[in-house]
């Protein structure tokens, strides 16, 4: 079974500019997840889609952020203009979900730098 | 208004020695916890949960310890190995185990 697939998986932009990244889940898992990590941080929860619904966007910092879920597929993280404070690691992950023991799998993860 | 804490960033251990990663919680209402491991340019991958009607899990090598009271969970790894070398983030949910929290994450090196 593939797993969770990010792109890209190094991006280097300047700020102002606009990246969008790309994350294509595991078949079947109706949950998708994003996620971000500045160095040495928290990995932070940003947005959780249901299939291509937003169940929950509290963690997006600003209106530049802009995730979509097109037909409950892969998803895209828009971010425009970027800032400096925008660099990190932004981690896609997926789930079946269920109020059972929901694990997430995430992939590798798309690394943001904005100079 | 960090909900989950790791406040050790690092951690050294001795082949053969047995890791104790630590994280607490400040949130009542999270009842569902795991452990992730991650390696260098790879995402975290899922390595063992406890739900809080349990106050221990183990799998292999790896044992979870739950104390609700003082809303603190370890995991303890024995015996280490070289391969354990890598960040270990904690991660706690509430009941409807839809949104996930983690720590900063724990470095843990095994020196051979």
């Known amino acids: 079974e593939a797993g969770v697939t990010q792109f890209p998986s190094h991006s280097v932009i300047e700020k102002g500019q606009t990246v969008t990244l790309r994350c294509d889940p595991i078949?079947?898992?109706?949950?998708l997840y994003w996620y971000r990590r500045v160095m040495g941080k928290e990995i932070k929860f940003l947005l959780h889609?249901?299939?291509?619904?937003?169940?929950?966007e509290s963690g997006m910092p600003n209106n530049r952020f802009l995730a979509e879920r097109t037909g409950g597929t892969y998803s895209t993280l828009k971010v425009q203009p970027a800032e400096l404070e925008d660099s990190g690691v932004y981690f896609c992950?997926?789930?079946?979900?269920?109020?059972?023991?929901?694990?997430?799998?995430f992939g590798a993860g798309s690394r943001l730098t904005v100079l | 208004d960090q909900q989950v804490k790791q406040n050790s960033p690092s951690l050294s251990v001795q082949e053969g020695r047995i890791s104790i990663l630590n994280c607490d919680y400040t949130?009542?209402?999270?009842?569902?916890f795991l452990w992730y491991k991650k390696y260098p340019a790879e995402g975290p991958t899922f390595l063992i949960s406890?739900?809080?009607?349990?106050d221990k899990n183990e799998d292999g090598r790896f044992t979870v310890f739950l104390n609700k009271s003082a809303k603190h969970l370890s995991l303890h790894i024995v015996p280490s190995q070289p391969g354990d070398s890598a960040v270990y983030f904690c991660?706690?949910?509430?009941?409807?185990?839809?949104?996930?929290?983690f720590g900063t994450g724990t470095s843990l090196t095994v020196i051979p």
């Open positions: 949130n009542s209402m999270f009842d569902y």
């Open positions: 991660a706690a949910s509430g009941w409807r185990r839809d949104q996930f929290y």
């Open positions: 889609f249901v299939k291509e619904s937003k169940q929950d």
């Open positions: 992950a997926s789930s079946l979900g269920g109020s059972g023991a929901n694990v997430l799998t």
């Open positions: 078949s079947g898992h109706d949950n």
């Open positions: 406890i739900s809080s009607i349990k």
